[in-house]
């Protein structure tokens, strides 16, 4: 039903209606029913009938005891406590057809309800069921309801009403009240209108679990009507009811109205403060909340620890930190300050506003902790980027023996995918299926994220099919963790599979945007762009910078400007805008941008200069990148990072000042880390230093020695140099070490299709037209003695020794596209490997010979060749020395 929270497996609407048809007596009030059992006598049960004013009354007096001596035990046994030995009794009872009555009955019931048996409770039902010769007395009837609603069993609960003779107010309270807090608010909502239909009266207990209702299916017009009932009924003075009307409308947001009735209310409890103050949280009017706090203090009224609790997490949504610490303070000296909840509330706000040590003080200052207090302190670290403290304070929680729940390995999951903490990862796993809280999907998602990290993605994947209710961020997580392990094909087919199943988010389109941009998929990032323009989703968060993103790395500056002036201008965007034409070596377009993000007003940031020192290093700028060095310590007052220092090593290495990069490195602040030598070692490669390269590599291998790409500068700079048994040595090195090369693939798009093609692979179905057009050009490079052509055929160049980390496939993707598309489309691809010298020099030569402008973006830099020409200069593509340095 429309306002349902949950859809019950039964009819209520229909069984309402029929009521009357199975029990006559329902509405004649007047009319009595008597109640029989099996083997019993009339007037043992007849006698215990009571008023439905007093239908749950235990009370001995309330009742004839039981006569025989049988009963008597059994009701003794409920008296006592003794559930296991009552129900084996009332067994051996039935075994033997012994009559149970109704005191016995009703005393089990209650017995089974106190003591959250609900198994026995379902025993104990059948029993009756199995007795019961003629329909439910009131008093039976309300022993059960009030089990099964205690229970969340609105099912039987509902069994049961129906076989009641006669119903008293309470039976009705009980199960609408049992409907409206299982989440069924139509349906409560339905039996409210039923009482009044039938004529009977509600009373204080009515109103607020049909206001509850209207407030979960958050129904302000059924909301008022009940409160027009509740003024009729003259209980618009009742306090309970009152408060109940105040949070039915700070529910449905109606916070005037709530207040309207808070400040008529003659008398007030610390549960009207209560619902008010929150009800203003709640509806994001914090001040007001806060307000009403102070003027509840300047009245005397103490808070309580629901007050505390709200007007803390008041504090963590405003950001205020000093008000949380006066809070902090007062909770230390009041009763509150031993309250676990409390302190809870605390440890969350100071978290939230990244003040961890305060946060850490607290949880230290707690003498009793919950699975709430660890997991708070773990998710905390998480969200402040301190995922090894996370781990740190799980493995104590450990120690203490609490158990974590679904929330707590999710956050501990997030920790060991931040750190790449496989081990721990799989643990937790295991941890969660032995525990049942893989069933969770959070716990699930979570799963996918650390396995996708750690680059397990096949574990990811399996995950993934096991979770039989995935939400959004299952997808999410699955697209985005292809993305990452280089899967972007798959990705992108995930993404359109989950568009038939769920509608996706922002950060889902931010995953697949990322995606197209890594394959230079453009058609299909068009799509996506178009999609979150449809969906109305287009302007949200980061969604336009990933879409601005997607066009510069796709090559396509000139829509990428046309999206930049369409948003608004944070620095994100300046940053991707700058990055883009850095990568493309246009270093004094990237300058005059960043004079004109100052005049926008908008500070840089750290990975700004990051881009202008790039821009300034591709462009040769060597006097204006150091300009730039300066000016963010001094006018920006931005202090460099490793990654800076980075850019300036390779801003003077690429300009060939070795011993200056050299030296500027000894002379640094800190310790230079392995990206600083590696800008050494790949300045040494361009310009062909080996001994200086050599120094470079060693500094590395001191402190990463599994990196891959190290290992390929330096073959590069062996080879560039003629030292093949050096070149030799380090692939040995690396065999021995289980590093594997990525092979080449190279991606094109045609008429919106995006093709790959795999180095050394000939699957695709137009591979022979490929290598014919490859061969003619081989030929003809031979014939004109172009400078740079090494081998007329493939398998020479696939041999090469100068080109073992290229892999070539950008040519089979060009030629593929020569052969697909018009005469003079410009072809774009995207590579995942390094273009070596003898690729380069052979889209030179065909970009002349077609006379098509052909751009191919390696993991290094964008090259746009056009007649000939290539828009790097040559840099780093110089002729090769075979001579040993």
């Given at each position: 039903?429309?306002?349902?929270?949950?859809?019950?497996?039964?009819?209520?609407?229909?069984?309402?209606?029929?009521?009357?048809?199975?029990?006559?007596?329902?509405?004649?009030?007047?009319?009595?029913?008597?109640?029989?059992?099996?083997?019993?006598?009339?007037?043992?049960?007849?006698?215990?009938?009571?008023?439905?004013?007093?239908?749950?009354?235990?009370?001995?007096?309330?009742?004839?005891?039981?006569?025989?001596?049988?009963?008597?035990?059994?009701?003794?046994?409920?008296?006592?406590?003794?559930?296991?030995?009552?129900?084996?009794?009332?067994?051996?009872?039935?075994?033997?057809?012994?009559?149970?009555?109704?005191?016995?009955?009703?005393?089990?019931?209650?017995?089974?309800?106190?003591?959250?048996?609900?198994?026995?409770?379902?025993?104990?039902?059948?029993?009756?069921?199995?007795?019961?010769?003629?329909?439910?007395?009131?008093?039976?009837?309300?022993?059960?309801?009030?089990?099964?609603?205690?229970?969340?069993?609105?099912?039987?609960?509902?069994?049961?009403?129906?076989?009641?003779?006669?119903?008293?107010?309470?039976?009705?309270?009980?199960?609408?009240?049992?409907?409206?807090?299982?989440?069924?608010?139509?349906?409560?909502?339905?039996?409210?209108?039923?009482?009044?239909?039938?004529?009977?009266?509600?009373?204080?207990?009515?109103?607020?679990?049909?206001?509850?209702?209207?407030?979960?299916?958050?129904?302000?017009?059924?909301?008022?009507?009940?409160?027009?009932?509740?003024?009729?009924?003259?209980?618009?003075?009742?306090?309970?009811?009152?408060?109940?009307?105040?949070?039915?409308?700070?529910?449905?947001?109606?916070?005037v109205s709530a207040r309207m009735l808070f400040d008529k209310m003659p008398t007030?409890?610390?549960?009207?403060?209560?619902?008010?103050?929150?009800?203003?949280?709640?509806?994001?009017?914090?001040?007001?909340?806060?307000?009403?706090?102070?003027?509840?203090?300047?009245?005397?009224?103490?808070?309580?620890?629901?007050?505390?609790?709200?007007?803390?997490?008041?504090?963590?949504?405003?950001?205020?930190?000093?008000?949380?610490?006066?809070?902090?303070?007062?909770?230390?000296?009041?009763?509150?300050?031993?309250?676990?909840?409390?302190?809870?509330?605390?440890?969350?706000?100071?978290?939230?506003?990244?003040?961890?040590?305060?946060?850490?003080?607290?949880?230290?200052?707690?003498?009793?902790?919950?699975?709430?207090?660890?997991?708070?302190?773990?998710?905390?670290?998480?969200?402040?980027?301190?995922?090894?403290?996370?781990?740190?304070?799980?493995?104590?929680?450990?120690?203490?023996?609490?158990?974590?729940?679904?929330?707590?390995?999710?956050?501990?999951?997030?920790?060991?995918?931040?750190?790449?903490?496989?081990?721990?990862?799989?643990?937790?796993?295991?941890?969660?299926?032995?525990?049942?809280?893989?069933?969770?999907?959070?716990?699930?998602?979570?799963?996918?994220?650390?396995?996708?990290?750690?680059?397990?993605?096949?574990?990811?994947?399996?995950?993934?099919?096991?979770?039989?209710?995935?939400?959004?961020?299952?997808?999410?997580?699955?697209?985005?963790?292809?993305?990452?392990?280089?899967?972007?094909?798959?990705?992108?087919?995930?993404?359109?599979?989950?568009?038939?199943?769920?509608?996706?988010?922002?950060?889902?389109?931010?995953?697949?945007?990322?995606?197209?941009?890594?394959?230079?998929?453009?058609?299909?990032?068009?799509?996506?762009?178009?999609?979150?323009?449809?969906?109305?989703?287009?302007?949200?968060?980061?969604?336009?910078?990933?879409?601005?993103?997607?066009?510069?790395?796709?090559?396509?500056?000139?829509?990428?400007?046309?999206?930049?002036?369409?948003?608004?201008?944070?620095?994100?965007?300046?940053?991707?805008?700058l990055t883009g034409y850095a990568q493309q070596g246009k270093g004094a377009l990237?300058?005059?941008?960043?004079?004109?993000?100052?005049?926008?007003?908008?500070?840089?940031?750290?990975?700004?200069?990051?881009?202008?020192?790039?821009?300034?290093?591709?462009?040769?700028?060597?006097?204006?990148?150091?300009?730039?060095?300066?000016?963010?310590?001094?006018?920006?007052?931005?202090?460099?990072?490793?990654?800076?220092?980075?850019?300036?090593?390779?801003?003077?290495?690429?300009?060939?000042?070795?011993?200056?990069?050299?030296?500027?490195?000894?002379?640094?602040?800190?310790?230079?880390?392995?990206?600083?030598?590696?800008?050494?070692?790949?300045?040494?490669?361009?310009?062909?230093?080996?001994?200086?390269?050599?120094?470079?590599?060693?500094?590395?291998?001191?402190?990463?020695?599994?990196?891959?790409?190290?290992?390929?500068?330096?073959?590069?700079?062996?080879?560039?140099?003629?030292?093949?048994?050096?070149?030799?040595?380090?692939?040995?090195?690396?065999?021995?070490?289980?590093?594997?090369?990525?092979?080449?693939?190279?991606?094109?798009?045609?008429?919106?299709?995006?093709?790959?093609?795999?180095?050394?692979?000939?699957?695709?179905?137009?591979?022979?037209?490929?290598?014919?057009?490859?061969?003619?050009?081989?030929?003809?490079?031979?014939?004109?003695?172009?400078?740079?052509?090494?081998?007329?055929?493939?398998?020479?160049?696939?041999?090469?020794?100068?080109?073992?980390?290229?892999?070539?496939?950008?040519?089979?993707?060009?030629?593929?596209?020569?052969?697909?598309?018009?005469?003079?489309?410009?072809?774009?691809?995207?590579?995942?490997?390094?273009?070596?010298?003898?690729?380069?020099?052979?889209?030179?030569?065909?970009?002349k010979r077609v006379r098509r402008e052909i751009s191919v973006r390696d993991t290094?830099?964008?090259?746009?060749?056009?007649?000939?020409?290539?828009?790097?200069?040559?840099?780093?593509?110089?002729?090769?020395?075979?001579?040993?340095?």
């Amino acid at each position: 039903m429309a306002l349902s929270a949950i859809t019950p497996q039964f009819h209520l609407h229909q069984d309402l209606q029929n009521l009357n048809s199975h029990f006559p007596g329902i509405h004649n009030p007047n009319k009595t029913f008597t109640l029989s059992f099996k083997h019993q006598k009339p007037y043992l049960i007849s006698s215990t009938l009571n008023p439905p004013q007093n239908s749950l009354n235990t009370s001995a007096t309330t009742s004839i005891a039981p006569q025989n001596p049988t009963n008597s035990r059994l009701l003794q046994l409920c008296l006592s406590g003794n559930l296991e030995h009552a129900l084996k009794h009332l067994a051996s009872m039935q075994e033997a057809k012994i009559p149970v009555e109704e005191d016995c009955f009703v005393a089990l019931i209650r017995l089974c309800e106190n003591k959250r048996g609900y198994s026995e409770g379902e025993y104990v039902w059948k029993a009756v069921l199995s007795s019961l010769v003629s329909l439910l007395s009131v008093r039976l009837g309300n022993a059960l309801l009030s089990m099964f609603v205690r229970f969340g069993d609105v099912g039987n609960a509902w069994s049961v009403f129906g076989r009641m003779g006669e119903r008293d107010l309470f039976s009705w309270n009980v199960l609408v009240g049992g409907y409206a807090k299982a989440g069924f608010f139509d349906e409560a909502l339905c039996l409210y209108h039923r009482i009044l239909w039938a004529g009977i009266r509600p009373d204080v207990y009515t109103f607020p679990s049909v206001l509850r209702s209207c407030a979960g299916a958050m129904n302000l017009v059924r909301g008022r009507e009940v409160h027009a009932h509740v003024v009729r009924f003259y209980f618009d003075m009742d306090v309970d009811v009152v408060n109940a009307l105040i949070t039915m409308y700070v529910k449905c947001a109606d916070v005037v109205s709530a207040r309207m009735l808070f400040d008529k209310m003659p008398t007030r409890d610390r549960i009207s403060w209560n619902a008010m103050i929150s009800g203003y949280f709640e509806n994001d009017e914090c001040l007001e909340g806060l307000e009403l706090f102070f003027r509840m203090r300047e009245l005397s009224i103490d808070p309580d620890l629901m007050t505390m609790t709200s007007v803390i997490s008041a504090c963590e949504l405003l950001g205020d930190e000093r008000l949380g610490r006066q809070l902090h303070s007062y909770v230390a000296r009041t009763a509150c300050g031993g309250n676990i909840s409390v302190y809870n509330s605390l440890i969350q706000m100071y978290l939230s506003l990244g003040h961890w040590k305060e946060a850490e003080s607290a949880f230290s200052g707690m003498e009793c902790r919950d699975v709430v207090s660890w997991t708070t302190m773990i998710s905390g670290y998480v969200d402040n980027l301190l995922p090894d403290k996370a781990l740190e304070i799980y493995k104590t929680m450990e120690i203490t023996g609490t158990m974590p729940d679904e929330v707590t390995i999710a956050s501990v999951l997030s920790a060991c995918a931040s750190l790449g903490q496989l081990d721990m990862g799989m643990k937790l796993h295991e941890l969660a299926e032995r525990t049942g809280h893989i069933l969770y999907v959070v716990v699930a998602n979570s799963l996918i994220d650390m396995y996708s990290k750690c680059k397990r993605i096949e574990k990811a994947l399996e995950i993934f099919h096991q979770i039989p209710d995935k939400d959004v961020i299952s997808w999410t997580s699955v697209i985005n963790g292809l993305r990452i392990n280089n899967r972007c094909f798959e990705a992108l087919i995930f993404f359109r599979k989950m568009k038939l199943k769920s509608k996706p988010n922002s950060v889902t389109l931010i995953s697949a945007l990322s995606a197209c941009a890594r394959v230079g998929a453009l058609m299909c990032g068009k799509e996506i762009h178009a999609h979150a323009l449809k969906a109305g989703v287009g302007f949200d968060g980061f969604l336009p910078n990933a879409i601005l993103d997607l066009y510069v790395r796709c090559g396509r500056m000139r829509t990428a400007l046309n999206q930049f002036n369409l948003n608004e201008k944070d620095v994100g965007a300046w940053n991707i805008l700058l990055t883009g034409y850095a990568q493309q070596g246009k270093g004094a377009l990237v300058m005059e941008l960043f004079k004109r993000m100052m005049e926008s007003e908008i500070n840089p940031d750290d990975v700004t200069f990051i881009s202008l020192l790039c821009a300034c290093s591709r462009s040769g700028m060597v006097t204006e990148g150091l300009e730039y060095f300066q000016r963010m310590k001094v006018n920006y007052h931005i202090t460099p990072n490793l990654k800076h220092y980075a850019c300036v090593v390779d801003l003077l290495g690429r300009a060939g000042k070795l011993n200056e990069a050299h030296e500027f490195i000894e002379r640094m602040p800190m310790k230079p880390d392995p990206p600083i030598w590696g800008a050494l070692l790949n300045a040494c490669r361009i310009h062909q230093q080996v001994l200086l390269g050599e120094l470079a590599a060693q500094q590395i291998f001191k402190e990463d020695a599994e990196s891959i790409g190290y290992y390929i500068l330096l073959c590069n700079l062996y080879a560039d140099s003629g030292k093949w048994d050096e070149v030799a040595k380090v692939r040995r090195t690396m065999k021995e070490k289980g590093l594997i090369v990525d092979p080449g693939c190279s991606w094109v798009e045609v008429k919106g299709k995006v093709h790959a093609f795999l180095s050394g692979e000939n699957f695709h179905p137009q591979m022979q037209e490929i290598n014919v057009v490859l061969e003619g050009f081989y030929e003809k490079m031979k014939t004109s003695d172009f400078n740079g052509q090494e081998s007329s055929s493939m398998d020479g160049v696939e041999t090469s020794k100068a080109d073992i980390f290229c892999g070539h496939s950008e040519r089979q993707a060009i030629a593929y596209s020569l052969i697909n598309s018009p005469p003079g489309m410009p072809i774009w691809v995207t590579k995942n490997l390094y273009m070596c010298q003898s690729c380069h020099s052979t889209v030179k030569f065909i970009s002349k010979r077609v006379r098509r402008e052909i751009s191919v973006r390696d993991t290094e830099q964008f090259h746009h060749f056009k007649d000939g020409l290539c828009s790097c200069g040559d840099e780093g593509y110089c002729e090769r020395n075979d001579k040993k340095a």
